[in-house]
Nanobody
């Protein structure tokens, strides 16, 4: 199983980025997906989740109203649209596949992350 996140980069505060996570080696449409982030010196933080069908999603309070999660099961890809970025959003963002119920999750597979840096 491979989960590869990409789309990160350096952006000014207030800007936007769209992250993608391409999955392979698993039946993507059977898995709930989640995005997580880890800033230097901090623990990994839940960001967002989406059910296998895409019918339900959840966002952490810290990103609600600014981030949107979506998925395309035909492309085995989950997305994270990030708007109104803040310096505190700076982190390595990773995707994972497993089971989610809101912000409760059990992830079976974790991918490598992509760096997001927001300058002030």
């Amino acid at each position: 199983v491979q989960l590869q996140a990409f789309g990160g980069g350096l952006v000014q505060a207030g800007g936007s980025l769209r992250l993608s996570c391409a999955a392979s080696g698993l039946t993507f449409s059977r898995y709930d997906m989640g995005w997580f982030r880890q800033a230097p010196g901090k623990e990994r933080e839940f960001v967002s989740s989406i059910t296998s069908s895409g019918s339900s999603s959840y966002l952490a309070d810290s990103v609600k109203g600014r981030f949107t999660i979506s998925r395309d099961n035909a492309k085995n890809t989950v997305y994270l649209q990030m708007n109104s970025l803040k310096p505190e959003d700076t982190a390595i963002y990773s995707c994972a596949a497993g089971w989610v119920a809101g912000r409760v999750y059990t992830m079976n597979y974790w991918g490598k992350g992509t760096q997001v840096t927001v300058s002030s």
